[in-house]
T-cell receptor
């Protein structure tokens, strides 16, 4: 079954404690990205990757890092989380063309206290 | 730069009534247009998309949308709402050279009343 898997689904952490949210896809997609969803703002892109070892900033990259060492995995790293990073996070993958469907993970609800 | 405006953050419809969700976009190049649906505690899934060709696009669960270039709109409709349509709906645009980046609207929460 084609899927994007994120872990964990829920996470509560304290300010400044480094965390990683994992994302894995089984569709051999080149393009992967991270979005955050906030009420009234829709989804905003944090970082994206066009292929292994190729990553770039999206619209709201401050405070986040990513890596793409393998095609299937695209972890999101918060080196020093702050309360304004409390949000719902989604990983997505798609083929490289802009007209193709994006597949989304189930989401990670992060709370930073 | 591209942007997406969804009119109405919350819409309440009666079961069996027409569902109409409005989406307008701005784009410097011919866009690809999408509607995604998010059910509670789930990720987004594709309802339908417009890339080229026929401007009236049919999707899953009885939804359809019409691309109107002159109005820069891509409104989503369903003739008869079902209780299972209660969800949040997102309009999104991708420019043809954007490598799959999606620009989302703010979303519309649909409530279906008996």
């Amino acid at each position: 079954e084609a899927q994007v898997t994120q872990n964990p689904r829920y996470l509560i952490t304290v300010t400044g404690k480094k965390l990683t949210v994992t994302c894995s896809q089984n569709m051999n997609h080149e393009y992967m990205s991270w979005y955050r969803q906030d009420p009234g703002l829709g989804l905003r892109q944090i970082y994206y990757s066009m292929n292994v070892e190729v990553t770039d900033k999206g619209d709201v990259p401050e405070g986040y890092k990513v890596s793409r060492k393998e095609k299937r995995n695209f972890p999101l790293i918060l080196e020093s989380p702050s309360p304004n990073q409390t949000s719902l996070y989604f990983c997505a993958s798609s083929l490289r063309q802009g007209n193709t469907e994006a597949f989304f993970g189930q989401g990670t609800r992060l709370t930073v206290v | 730069a591209q942007s997406v405006t969804q009119l109405g953050s919350h819409v309440s419809v009666s079961e069996g009534a027409l569902v109409l969700l409005r989406c307008n976009y701005s784009s410097s190049v011919p866009p690809y247009l999408f509607w995604y649906v998010q059910y509670p505690n789930q990720g987004l899934q594709l309802l339908l998309k417009y890339t080229t060709g026929a401007t009236l696009v049919k999707g899953i669960n009885g939804f359809e949308a019409e691309f109107k270039k002159s109005e820069t709109s891509f409104h989503l409709t369903k003739p008869s709402a079902h209780m299972s349509d209660a969800a949040e709906y997102f309009c999104a645009v991708s420019e043809s050279d954007s490598w799959g980046k999606l620009q989302f609207g703010a979303g519309t929460q649909v409530v279906v009343t008996p």
